[in-house]
């Protein structure tokens, strides 16, 4: 059996789960937050690793972001992958998920053969998990989502357990094949200290790739390439209306459980 | 070409390891004061005891700067396990590292370096504490090799070691010129291990007693060239005062973050108490003595790394940290009101826990005096 290649999609993401946006653009503003791995892809670096340990791969680690983006792809060489590739130009900045789609789907086009790309299911920032699927699809390969178990790996195939709302399905895939997961499938290692730093060297098996690396022209990536637009980004106001009810308990209680009717909240049986 | 900031990136995933990992079982290990091997394995697992050392060579290729945020990321959860990472990382294995055979290096240092073997550091005596030329545990060379016979005490990790690195006289007329170092695998017959001593602070750190009676070593257990043990120990005198501030600037954090996050929280009189002038007071001392303290830190570490004698710098900087872990220790079990007398809270794991930073690589009563000296009295 040939090595088995196995590229890892990774996002860097705000640390928060309180996101602001821009309410000019509707972007996310990232400036003044914390970095971190997206949750979600770490378990997609260790499922990568784990592989590795038990069938023997190469690992990419595939992704796309601002220059300080290359900390998640360090990150995940320090963890075991063994290349990092980070698709970093000015031009890809504001893609939908279309355009980010095809970028990756680009880049793992011109990294050649592959049998699995393991993505995380969701990032906790565009919150869409849309990337791993349309990347399968720009691919043309099989794919499971919400993956929470890896079984077996067959030359031409792998098996795993998908997570659905009221069970577990179990399936098999043809290889080449992408999946997603998500945090049950395993706990990932903390990187290796000495993995880590090699990761920062110059000579660190690292790329930085543009659009013209890619072969591509602005107009094809980024906000411009991309099919969507936001318009308007708001939060949702919620109106909250407070009445303070007076009165001893008793009156209080009545006067309560008559509002709750009024309103038709429950429905009076006696 | 764009890389990672490696100091940055270290920081950033030992950090998450200590908040997810250490912080959450930090009051429970500590409060059942045994040596804390799970904990231990995990850190091992993740290459931090190879830090100072180069990769070829087992370690993880680092160097002191990474070494101290290390140290002082761990101290930030738990001061003993800050304790037994450097003991591990520096004092424990140096010797061994440069001065052992390859046998040696290859079946204690290498396991040492994964966290499957711990090590220890032994100068301290009955009749030498701070006065290190009174050692008097004997090495007597022989055809064969050297015999041990003597005390140690306040041996760190001494109940769990597995090899220990020990000061010896081998000749009583020599003086400092006669203090060697030795390498004494634990099995060695003629080794006892008394039990571990009752300690205010760093309770999981197991410090005890070792005596020597009759112990034969290889005349390659020599860790280093006769008559320069004490250079030899002077050679990391400077990284173990940075490594101890830093150990020290880890405890001013998690002091200073506790308080910070109390006094938001905890209301009288109508407000939280951050409202208050005298808390804001102690609060914004604990922020100046860190900011204070890591630069100082930091500076000695950068100079270690750039090849610069700076056992000044390092005094200093362990001297200043330590007593401003000392004070933060104070104000944040003051901040905390009577919560700060609680054992459920950490607050009062900092007010302990600092006293370990007095003693070891020089008390200040020994580095004053020094210090002065150094800048012209
Ligand atoms: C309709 C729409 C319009 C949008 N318009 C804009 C816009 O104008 N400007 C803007 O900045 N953003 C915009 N976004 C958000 C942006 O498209 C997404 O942040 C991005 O495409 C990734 O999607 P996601 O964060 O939802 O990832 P998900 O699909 O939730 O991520 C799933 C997995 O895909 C992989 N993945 C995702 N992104 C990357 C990446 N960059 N590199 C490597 N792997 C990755 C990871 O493995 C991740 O776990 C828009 C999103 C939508 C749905
Ligand atoms: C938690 C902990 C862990 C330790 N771990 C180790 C270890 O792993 N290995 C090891 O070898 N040792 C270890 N030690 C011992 C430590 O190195 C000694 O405590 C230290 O060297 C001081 O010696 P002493 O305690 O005997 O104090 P002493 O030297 O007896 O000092 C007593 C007091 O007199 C002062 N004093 C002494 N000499 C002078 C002087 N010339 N001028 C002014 N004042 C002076 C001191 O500052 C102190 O206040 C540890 C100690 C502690 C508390």
Known sequence: MKQMQIIVLVKQVPDTTEVRLDPKTGNLIREGVKSIVNPDDRNAVEAAVSLKEKYGAKITVLSMGPPQAIDAVSEALGMGADKGILLSDRAFAGADTWATSGTLGKAIKKLGDFDLIIAGRQAIDGDTAQIGPQVAEYLDVTQATYVC?????????????????????RLELRLPALLTVVGELNRPRYPFVGRLLDACREKAPIEV?????????????????????????????????????????????????GKILNKKLLRETV | ??????????RSNIGRFVDSELIPKAQEIDARGEFPMEMFKKIGDMGVFGIRYPKNKGGSGGNTTLFCIICEEIARGLMSMGAITAMQCLMGTNF????????????????????????????????????????????????????INGMKTWVTNGPVADFYTVLCQTDPEKKFRGLNFFFIPRQTPGVSVSKPFDLLGTRTTLISELAFSDVKIPH???????????????????????????????????????????AHERAQFGKTIANYQLIQAKIANMAVNLEASRLMTYKAAKMIDNKIQCLKEASMAKYFATEGACKAGDEVTRIFGA?????????????????????????HEILQPNIAKWVGL
């Open chain 2, 96 to 147: 061994l590292f440069h001065y052992g055979t390859d046998e040696m290096r290859e079946r204690y240092f290498l396991p040492a370096m994964k966290g499957e073997k711990v090590a220890c550091f032994c100068l301290t005596e009955p009749e030498a504490g701070s006065d290190l030329g009174n050692v008097s545990t004997i090495a007597r060379k022989t055809a064969d090799g050297y015999v």
């Open chain 1, 209 to 257: 790739w543009n659009a013209a690396d890619l072969g591509f022209k602005t107009a094809d990536v980024g906000l411009e390439g991309s099919l969507t637009h936001v318009v308007r980004t708001f939060s949702p106001k919620s109106k909250r209306q407070s009445e303070m009810l007076e009165g001893s308990a008793r009156d209080a209680a009545a006067s309560l459980i």
């Open chain 2, 220 to 262: 390659h257990h020599m860790l280093g060239a006769e008559g320069l043990g004490m250079d030899n120990l002077l050679s990391i005198l400077s990284e173990i005062r940075t490594m101890t501030a830093a150990l020290a600037v880890g405890l001013q954090r998690a002091a200073l973050e506790d308080s910070i996050r109390y």
């Open chain 1, 149 to 169: 178990g890896i079984d077996e790996v067959r030359p031409d195939a792998i098996v795993v357990k998908r997570r659905l709302e009221d069970g577990i399905e």
């Open chain 2, 1 to 10: 070409m764009i890389r990672s900031n490696a100091e940055e990136l270290l």
């Open chain 2, 339 to 363: 919560y700060g007398y609680s054992m459920e809270y950490s607050a009062q794991r900092y007010y302990r826990d600092n006293r370990f930073l007095l003693y070891g690589g020089g008390t």
